[in-house]
């Protein structure tokens, strides 16, 4: 996936902006909402949200 690409429309957060949370520490929709205010709205982001976040964080853990 391009780390353009907007996962949150209603406040334009990207994946690569996700990427960056998680590389920051963020583990969790949770976490990363609070960082970026992602899903506060309408939500219709979490589940690809927390695709990407789950991916991002087995790839720097290792």
């Known amino acids: 996936m391009n780390s353009n690409t907007v996962i949150c429309a209603c406040n334009g ?5 996700i990427e960056k949370a998680v ?3 963020a ?3 949770e976490d990363v909402q609070q960082v ?3 899903g ?3 939500i219709k982001c979490r589940d ?3 695709f990407l976040i ?3 964080a087995e790839d720097y853990e290792q």
């Open 48 to 50: 690809m949200a927390e």
């Open 36 to 38: 970026l205010h992602i």
């Open 13 to 17: 957060v990207t994946a690569g902006q």
């Open 40 to 42: 506060r709205q309408c």
């Open 23 to 25: 590389q920051s520490g």
């Open 27 to 29: 583990r969790t929709f």
């Open 54 to 56: 789950e991916g991002f």
